[in-house]
């Protein structure tokens, strides 16, 4: 296993490099297997899934566009609840399979609001891939088919997650240090 040692700020290495990208590549097998023979839209959600897209990506071994959104209701390490679009897809996703690609699910609220919003536009199918997890801080029931990590209510950052826009480049998820 790959150590790395863990950045200012973080508390530790929670999945280094190595584990990030034997997860990532056991999601891309599984779904090329999935969508064998269908055409897949990755819809990435900006800006935290910019690293998980990216490799997850190069482990779909379908034919896949790929598009993104970008959406937002958090200030600081609190949710607003009050989730923006802040950038649409630049196509259609109607009578597509798309797959939405997260990079953390945490109170579902942006998930919710933006599958809500992308089942008017009519795909084909509709599921999510994150690549992490935390089931126990849901406020509202949503559900992603594909999940690398489920976590627990730790503040998590790297790998495209920040805290006020830092931390986003280590390439590795760890804890932040909390005072
Ligand atoms: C983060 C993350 C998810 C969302 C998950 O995005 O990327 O989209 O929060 O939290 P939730 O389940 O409680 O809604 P954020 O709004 O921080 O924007 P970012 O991706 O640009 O960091």
Redesign the pocket.
């Known amino acids: 296993m790959l150590k790395t040692a863990p950045t200012r700020g973080i508390d530790r290495v929670l999945l280094d490099e190595e584990t990030l990208r034997q997860r990532i590549k056991e999601l891309g097998a599984r779904i090329s297997a999935d969508y064998a023979g269908k055409p897949l839209l990755l819809v990435g959600?900006?800006?935290?899934?910019i690293m998980f897209m990216g490799e997850l990506m190069k482990s779909i071994a379908v034919d896949c566009a790929i598009d993104f959104m970008?959406?937002?209701?958090?200030a600081g390490d609190s949710?607003t609840g009050n989730v923006r679009v802040l950038l649409d897809l630049r196509g259609s996703c109607e009578g597509r399979d798309v797959l939405v690609v997260?990079?953390?699910?945490?109170?579902?609220?942006?998930?919710d609001h933006l599958l809500a919003l992308l089942r008017t536009r009519q795909p084909r199918s509709l599921e999510v891939c994150s690549l992490l997890d935390k089931p126990s801080c849901r406020k509202v029931d949503v559900t992603a088919k594909y999940v690398g990590f489920p976590i627990a209510d730790d503040f998590v950052v790297g790998f495209g997650l920040?805290y006020n826009e830092r931390y986003r480049n280590l390439p590795y998820v760890g804890v932040l240090k909390r005072p």
């Open positions: 959600i900006l800006r935290g899934s970008s959406l937002s209701s958090y949710t997260e990079d953390i699910i945490d109170t579902g609220l942006t998930l920040d």
